[in-house]
Every structure is written in structure tokens, then in C-alpha cells.
């Protein structure tokens, strides 16, 4: 006798255990949930979500263009013609001894950095405030991962010694750090004494780094350095086209491994063979130009710096003004803002967390922020993330391009071509007075 099942029933949920509890990505979220407002009609300053001002250089674009018909699937390393053009890149730039063998070309940096903890046995490290996806991306793996708490004080940044002191415990067990520069949150960096410092105490207990250098090319006074030239042996360089290039959207992320961790890139590629397969051919052609880097996008990264390193400063000055903490940049797009000084009338306003801070500054101004807490900081800390990234990038750098070389950009050159950057910091200002 057949048995009636209803069609309208349910399937069970078997979820897997490493997912429970588990959001979208924050950045991610915040992009859309803004989106969602403004649908709505609120009037929304997108300071939360992390993507580049700038159209990609249309040298890029015209090579695109140009490679639209490129249909056959590439090998899983990444195009031969792009490995080399990486290799020679990091060579030019970071005065590294790369060759195209040394490359691994992924679907952004993200997911390549994701391959390489899943291929790693090891504990992941982590400074706090680092990346909002670097440890949920160990968790989801079912690895360990321990943070090192950063003090304002020393600019958010990894000291040596803390490094070392977490490492003396178990020396033998494999660890993987993770250390960004210029980094997101923070937008600060690190000089080159104290990248020796930290490759000292690598060498000394063995540890795996993944350099990730995203931002490497958006150095506000353009003087990037590696930390694999100090660490060469044990260093991973990351990076990809999403911040330097403005191309987030096509997906396009990079590897440098050093030649003694040969057997790790082949065995990310070997992971990646069984989940990508490959990043999509247009886009790895058109990329060649890209790092290539003729006059043309030589003259975007210049500009992007530009406006950058002197839209920075004076958010950076217009917020210590309102008392806020925050250090002036020194690359990337971002400021990592410290509210503590407000922290009494804060609480007085029922706000007793970094999310319910940014919370209630996007519902009651529509600036949008990210709270410290998901960056790894306490959640009754009051620090926030801001992007200072909504303006249209691609008329700023048409009038940027009109002003000398040697000038700095001025205070009002900014008010006009990033208005809605210094409304929105206005904004904070005006909502942190009526307290």
C-alpha cells in the first residue's frame, strides 16, 4: 500500500555543527543592510563597508574588455602569463626573489587564505583588532584560534614580546599567524624595525606567517615594505587587485610562497583543484595589465594615495576634535575609532556595547560603522571601525589630476570632491554633542 507523504513537509535540518550560531560575514552584511535602507529611503553614509572609491584604471578595463571570448578553463596555479607578471610585481615592488613557480592565483584572497588554514595543521594567531573573517574561518575549520590583544597605545600593533610570550607555551606546537599591514581595522602600519622584530621571534619559534599586504599598494607615502624580506623562509605574501586596483568585484587574489613551502602551495592548489578549480579566464587575462602597471595606472595609484593620505588626516583631525581616539592613517582607507572618552554619556544613553554604539548612530543618523567587537576587540569596548571610502572616486581622481604633484591636497578640495564623507563625520560630531 503506498504511503501518502505530504508535499508541503519540511526536510529536517541537519546543520553542520561548525555553522550554528554562525552570521554573514560583518562587512558583508553591513554592505547590504545599508542597501536596504536606502531602498527605504533613509539617507544612509556608507562608512561601514570596506570596497575601494576608485573605478578600476581603464587600462584594465579596455584588457577585459578585450579577453570577454577567453572560455578554457586555465590551470588550478593560475595562468602561466599571470604568475609571472605577479612574480615580477613583487620582485619590482617588494624587492623579493619570486618567480612564477612561487605564485597561486585564487578566487580573492580571501578564499586562498581560507585553503591555506585548511591545509595548515596548526593554531591560528591573530592580533585583535585584526579582520572580521580571519577567525571565523579557522572556526569553521574546527582549528583552534588564539588572539593577542593590541593596545591604542602602540597603535594597535603586534608587539614582539607578546608574540614570543604566547609561543613559549607549547613551543612545539604548529602555529599560523596572520598578520595585515596596512591594516583593516586600524589603517595604521609597520616600520621596518619592528617587522624585524616580529621575524625574529617567527624564526625563533617556526612559525608559519601569512602576510596579508592587500593594502600594501595604497601605502599613503607609498613605501610598503614586506615582511617576507625579513622572514623570507616562513612568510606567505597575500594580496590581490580589490583595494590597489579598485576591482573587488572580480575576485581575483594572490599568493607568493617561498620556496621552501613549495609542498604547502601545491597543496592548496591540490584543495583548490576539488573546490574552484580556477579563476575565471577573462578576468585573469585582463589581470596581466594590471600588474603590468604601465604609466597610466601608475598615475591612479599616485592620485588614490593622494587623496587618500590628505582625506584621512583630516577626518582623523575632525574626529579627535569631537574627542574620539583615533591616529591618522598611514594606508588603506580606514580609521579605527576609540569612543571611550564619551563612554559615561554613552552609557547614560542605554549604550553599554561597540554594536549598540553603531547601532544607534546608524538608525539616528544614518552613518554607518562597524562596531570593534567585530574585530575581535571586547564588545564593552567602545571602538568602532569607519571606511572612509563614499565618495565618487573616479571624479575625485579627474580633479586631483589637475592640481601640482607637489601640492597637498587641500581642506576644501576635499569638502567638495569627498562631501559626503565629512557630512557623515559632521554627523557623529553633531550626535556625540547632543548627549
Not at 75 to 93: C, I, M, N, S, W
Amino acid at each position: 500500500m503506498a504511503v501518502t507523504i505530504p508535499s508541503n513537509q519540511a526536510l529536517p535540518v541537519h546543520l553542520n555543527p561548525a555553522l550554528r550560531g554562525r552570521r554573514p560575514s560583518a562587512t558583508l552584511a553591513i554592505n547590504e543592510r545599508c542597501a536596504q535602507l536606502v531602498k527605504q529611503g533613509r539617507q544612509i553614509y556608507r562608512l561601514g563597508f570596506g570596497q575601494s572609491p576608485f573605478p578600476v584604471p581603464p587600462s584594465a578595463v579596455a584588457a577585459l574588455r578585450e579577453q570577454a571570448a577567453q572560455r578554457s578553463y586555465l590551470p588550478v596555479k593560475g595562468l602561466a602569463e599571470l604568475r609571472t607578471a605577479v612574480a615580477q610585481f613583487h620582485q619590482r615592488y617588494y624587492d623579493l626573489p619570486a618567480e612564477s613557480e612561487d605564485i597561486l592565483i585564487g578566487p580573492g584572497s580571501k578564499e586562498l587564505i581560507f585553503l591555506a588554514q585548511f591545509v595548515y595543521h596548526g593554531d591560528l594567531i591573530i592580533p585583535a583588532p585584526s579582520w572580521v573573517s580571519y577567525e571565523p574561518q579557522a572556526r569553521l575549520l574546527g582549528q583552534p584560534a588564539q588572539r593577542i590583544p593590541t593596545r591604542r597605545e602602540d597603535g594597535w600593533r603586534l608587539r614582539p614580546e607578546d608574540l614570543d610570550k604566547l609561543c613559549r607555551d607549547e613551543p612545539e606546537r604548529p602555529r599560523l599567524l596572520i598578520l595585515n599591514y596596512p591594516n583593516n581595522p586600524t589603517g595604521l602600519s609597520y616600520r621596518e624595525d619592528e617587522l624585524q622584530a616580529l621575524a625574529h621571534v617567527a624564526r625563533r619559534h617556526r612559525l608559519l606567517i601569512i602576510s596579508d599586504e592587500i593594502y600594501g599598494e595604497l601605502h599613503h607615502a607609498g613605501r610598503h615594505v614586506s615582511l617576507a624580506r625579513f622572514y623570507p623562509e616562513g612568510t606567505i605574501v597575500s594580496s590581490g587587485l580589490s583595494k590597489w586596483c579598485g576591482a573587488g568585484g572580480w575576485r581575483l587574489g594572490t599568493c607568493c610562497f617561498p620556496r621552501s613551502l613549495r609542498w604547502l602551495l601545491d597543496a592548496v592548489a591540490a584543495v583548490a583543484s576539488e573546490t574552484f578549480s580556477t579563476v575565471a579566464a577573462p578576468i585573469q587575462y585582463a589581470a596581466i595589465t594590471a600588474y603590468e602597471r604601465d604609466s597610466q595606472i601608475e598615475r591612479y595609484l599616485f592620485q588614490s594615495r593622494r587623496i587618500l593620505r590628505a582625506l584621512g588626516r583630516l577626518v582623523s583631525r575632525r574626529l579627535q576634535s569631537f574627542g574620539l581616539e583615533t591616529p591618522a592613517p598611514e594606508g588603506g582607507f580606514y580609521l579605527f575609532l576609540d569612543f571611550t572618552p564619551h563612554a559615561a554619556a554613552l552609557r547614560a544613553r542605554g549604550m553599554l556595547t561597540s554594536p549598540q554604539l553603531c547601532e544607534r548612530l546608524l538608525m539616528e543618523t544614518g552613518v554607518a560603522l562597524l562596531p570593534g567587537a567585530d574585530f575581535g576587540r571586547p564588545p564593552e569596548e567602545f571602538t568602532c571601525r569607519l571606511a572612509y571610502v563614499d565618495f565618487d572616486g573616479g571624479r575625485c581622481l579627474e580633479a586631483a589630476a589637475e592640481i601640482a604633484d607637489d601640492q597637498e591636497l587641500s581642506d576644501d578640495f576635499l569638502r567638495r570632491h569627498c562631501a559626503r564623507v565629512l557630512t557623515a563625520i559632521d554627523l557623529i560630531g553633531d550626535w556625540l554633542a547632543a548627549a
